[in-house]
């Protein structure tokens, strides 16, 4: 028990030891923080000239954090080189640096940068490094919207074997080959990391490691039409509430990934045509598990360019006939092991699912019996008129229809749009609100949507999904 000793001043001040010692202690504990260094007006940053500390010049070492404000000019800043090899904990930019910093790459010198990684979270102006980095421990870049850390230097230019995570809504961009991690690269907050390769200017996180997308976009972007990786294909991938997007240019590009995780959370994989060819393959050589209340979207990044989306899984035959692209919808609580969905197999002739013989529908006939229900091609509304259960559902009529649980639970197998649906769009919904849509007990529903070469099929749930409240 701590004994409080009060001691009454003149003036009717009141003060405890107990807040004395408290006051001293902080003191203390502030004296033994170290200061940043402070950057000079110089366009240099390897001697004691180019920093210093309390007014002292001081040369940079990894004790410390090389701090960029107002201080050095435009001048300075857009010609700034390293003027040899440099350690520092971190770099932190200020919100009034007098112009945008560009360090370059002169004497091929090397920045290695300690935990505290780059700081431009209340950066006023953007960054591009052109020297080598060096990751010398497990870090985070942190970028403000609006403002953008960009590296163009050559290869490869930032590598160490320390977990990187961007994070920030801001933009990180990362040129051809420039990227050689070992432990593997985090994406959070609202931000984009662009990652640029393609054909041997593959960037590389590590064979086995894993790319970790929890929130914004990490955009691999392919715009040079090579037939190639923009991420090293031995890569693992995990998704918890961000989005990976696949940009391409020309040629039949595909970037193969090994395994996917689905962890918790609404995610997305996109394809966006930034060239002249209209297809991509996103190909995953390992499995697909999906942890409960995991759910990703499949689609096109842009509906006015029209493009295909491949996604498989080798060795098995799921989606490689058609153009497909599929959504997983989680429903087992405990989580399932998507690695082999051959009964999902497409059969080319007539985007049927292998080995499936179909009951066309009726106005209400989904759930009568354990069918592969086919809507009928005079079928456009089908409102349940209780919960249902069916083996699996396709709609592969050229017309718009409707599926309404009317708030009714509808069970399946799976779901399959065939490409016959051109522009007339399906939708399931749920007018009451109360019904929820979901895949077999203990199982995921597998949606497969078989898009034609020029026109994806517009598909829209607007009911709720069973263990998710929202849908794609």
């Given at each position: 028990?701590?004994?409080?000793?009060?001691?009454?001043?003149?003036?009717?001040?009141?003060?405890?030891?107990?807040v004395l010692?408290?006051?001293?202690?902080?003191?203390?504990?502030t004296?033994a923080?170290?200061?940043?260094?402070?950057?000079?007006?110089?366009a240099?940053?390897?001697?004691?000239?180019?920093?210093?500390?309390?007014?002292?010049?001081?040369?940079?070492?990894?004790?410390?954090?090389?701090?960029?404000?107002?201080t050095p000019?435009?001048?300075?800043?857009s010609?700034?080189?390293?003027?040899?090899?440099?350690?520092?904990l971190?770099?932190?930019?200020?919100?009034?640096?007098?112009?945008?910093l560009?360090?370059?790459n002169?004497?091929?010198?090397?920045?290695?940068?300690g935990?505290?990684?780059?700081?431009?979270?209340?950066?006023?102006?953007?960054?591009?490094?052109?020297?080598?980095?060096?990751?010398?421990?497990?870090?985070?870049?942190?970028?403000?919207?609006?403002?953008?850390?960009?590296f163009?230097?050559?290869?490869?230019?930032?590598?160490?074997?320390?977990?990187?995570?961007?994070?920030?809504?801001?933009?990180?961009?990362?040129?051809?080959?420039?990227?050689s991690?070992?432990?593997?690269?985090?994406?959070t907050g609202?931000?984009?990391?662009t990652?640029?390769?393609?054909?041997?200017?593959?960037?590389?996180?590590?064979?086995?490691?894993?790319?970790?997308?929890?929130?914004?976009?990490?955009?691999?972007?392919?715009?040079?039409?090579?037939?190639g990786?923009?991420?090293?294909?031995?890569?693992?991938?995990s998704?918890?509430?961000?989005?990976?997007?696949?940009?391409?240019?020309?040629?039949?590009?595909?970037?193969?990934?090994?395994?996917?995780?689905?962890?918790?959370?609404?995610s997305?994989?996109?394809?966006?045509?930034?060239?002249?060819?209209?297809?991509?393959?996103?190909?995953?050589?390992?499995?697909?598990?999906?942890?409960?209340?995991?759910?990703?979207?499949?689609?096109?990044?842009?509906s006015?360019?029209?493009?295909?989306?491949?996604?498989?899984?080798?060795?098995?035959?799921l989606?490689?006939?058609g153009?497909?692209?599929?959504?997983?919808?989680?429903?087992n609580?405990?989580?399932?092991?998507?690695?082999?969905?051959?009964?999902?197999?497409l059969?080319?002739?007539?985007?049927?699912?292998?080995?499936?013989?179909?009951?066309?529908t009726?106005?209400?006939?989904?759930?009568?019996?354990?069918?592969?229900?086919?809507?009928?091609?005079?079928?456009?509304?089908?409102?349940?008129?209780?919960?249902?259960?069916?083996?699996?559902?396709?709609?592969?009529a050229?017309?718009a229809?409707t599926?309404?649980?009317?708030?009714?639970?509808?069970?399946?197998?799976?779901?399959?749009?065939?490409?016959?649906?051109?522009?007339?769009g399906?939708?399931?919904?749920?007018?009451?609100?109360?019904?929820?849509?979901?895949?077999?007990?203990?199982?995921?529903?597998?949606?497969?949507?078989?898009?034609?070469?020029?026109?994806?099929?517009?598909?829209?749930?607007?009911?709720?999904?069973a263990?998710?409240?929202?849908?794609?």
């Amino acid at each position: 028990m701590q004994t409080m000793i009060t001691q009454t001043f003149k003036g009717g001040f009141v003060f405890t030891r107990a807040v004395l010692l408290l006051a001293i202690t902080l003191i203390c504990a502030t004296g033994a923080q170290a200061a940043n260094l402070l950057k000079t007006a110089t366009a240099t940053m390897n001697a004691a000239t180019d920093w210093t500390l309390s007014g002292t010049g001081t040369a940079p070492s990894s004790s410390y954090v090389g701090e960029i404000n107002n201080t050095p000019t435009s001048g300075n800043l857009s010609g700034m080189q390293l003027g040899g090899s440099i350690n520092l904990l971190g770099l932190l930019l200020d919100n009034n640096m007098a112009g945008a910093l560009t360090i370059g790459n002169t004497g091929g010198y090397t920045l290695t940068l300690g935990a505290s990684g780059i700081d431009m979270s209340a950066a006023n102006n953007n960054a591009t490094l052109n020297c080598t980095l060096s990751l010398g421990a497990a870090q985070t870049w942190n970028v403000i919207s609006g403002k953008t850390l960009k590296f163009a230097g050559t290869a490869p230019q930032i590598s160490g074997s320390s977990l990187l995570t961007v994070a920030g809504t801001g933009g990180t961009t990362i040129g051809y080959n420039d990227l050689s991690l070992s432990a593997g690269l985090t994406k959070t907050g609202a931000g984009t990391l662009t990652i640029t390769g393609g054909a041997a200017n593959a960037a590389t996180i590590g064979s086995g490691s894993t790319l970790t997308v929890n929130g914004g976009i990490v955009n691999l972007s392919n715009p040079s039409g090579a037939n190639g990786n923009v991420l090293n294909s031995t890569a693992n991938a995990s998704f918890g509430g961000g989005a990976l997007l696949y940009s391409f240019a020309q040629g039949s590009v595909n970037q193969t990934l090994a395994n996917l995780t689905i962890n918790p959370g609404e995610s997305a994989l996109f394809a966006n045509r930034i060239g002249s060819i209209s297809s991509a393959y996103l190909s995953l050589s390992g499995t697909v598990t999906r942890n409960a209340g995991g759910l990703i979207c499949i689609r096109e990044y842009d509906s006015s360019r029209e493009q295909t989306f491949f996604l498989g899984v080798t060795p098995n035959t799921l989606l490689t006939s058609g153009g497909a692209a599929y959504l997983i919808l989680g429903n087992n609580p405990g989580g399932a092991q998507l690695g082999n969905f051959s009964d999902w197999g497409l059969v080319a002739s007539d985007y049927s699912l292998k080995a499936v013989t179909y009951t066309s529908t009726t106005a209400n006939s989904l759930g009568t019996s354990a069918q592969n229900a086919n809507v009928a091609a005079t079928v456009t509304t089908t409102t349940l008129g209780g919960a249902a259960t069916d083996a699996s559902f396709r709609d592969n009529a050229n017309q718009a229809t409707t599926i309404n649980l009317a708030g009714y639970t509808w069970q399946t197998g799976g779901i399959l749009i065939g490409p016959a649906k051109a522009t007339a769009g399906s939708v399931i919904e749920d007018t009451v609100g109360t019904g929820s849509l979901t895949g077999p007990t203990s199982s995921d529903l597998p949606i497969i949507v078989a898009a034609n070469a020029t026109t994806p099929e517009p598909f829209t749930i607007s009911a709720k999904i069973a263990d998710n409240t929202r849908a794609c």
